[in-house]
C-alpha cells in the first residue's frame, strides 16, 4: 500500500505566502512523477503544477510567476512554494504521486488535501 500527506495549507493574507508538503510512503519502488492540484468550492479540479523525476516542471497559466514546485527524491517528498497569494487561490490542495508499486503496478495515489484560505 502507498500513502500520501499533504500539509501546510492554512489562513493567509492576500500578497503572503505558503509553502505545502506532500510525502509518499509505503510499498514504492519509483516515482515518475509528483503534481499539485486544486479544487475551490463549485469548481473543478485543475491542475497546478507538475514535476517530473528528471525535474521538468510545468505550470498552470494562472500560477506562473508566482508558485515553484520542487522535490526532494531521498525523502520522496514535493513541495508547492506559493508566494503572492491572491483570494483566487483558495482551494483545498491535493498531492497525486504517479508511481511504481509492488511488483512494479504502476499506480496513481491521492493525497487527502490540504486546506488553503486567502483573505483579510
Known amino acids: 500500500q502507498v500513502q500520501v500527506v499533504e500539509s501546510g495549507g492554512g489562513l493567509v493574507q492576500p500578497g503572503g505566502s505558503l509553502r505545502l508538503s506532500c510525502v509518499a510512503s509505503g510499498s514504492i519502488l519509483s516515482i515518475n512523477s509528483m503534481c499539485w492540484y486544486r479544487q475551490a468550492p463549485g469548481k473543478q479540479r485543475e491542475l497546478v503544477a507538475t514535476?517530473?523525476?528528471?525535474?521538468?516542471?510545468n505550470y498552470a497559466d494562472s500560477v506562473k510567476g508566482r508558485f515553484t514546485i520542487s522535490r526532494d527524491n531521498a525523502r520522496n517528498t514535493a513541495y508547492l512554494q506559493m508566494n503572492s497569494l491572491k483570494p483566487e487561490d483558495t482551494a483545498v490542495y491535493y498531492c497525486n504521486v504517479d508511481l511504481y508499486g509492488s511488483r512494479w503496478a504502476r499506480k496513481n495515489t491521492w493525497g487527502q488535501g490540504t486546506q488553503v484560505t486567502v483573505s483579510s
Open positions: 514535476i517530473t523525476s528528471g525535474g521538468r516542471t
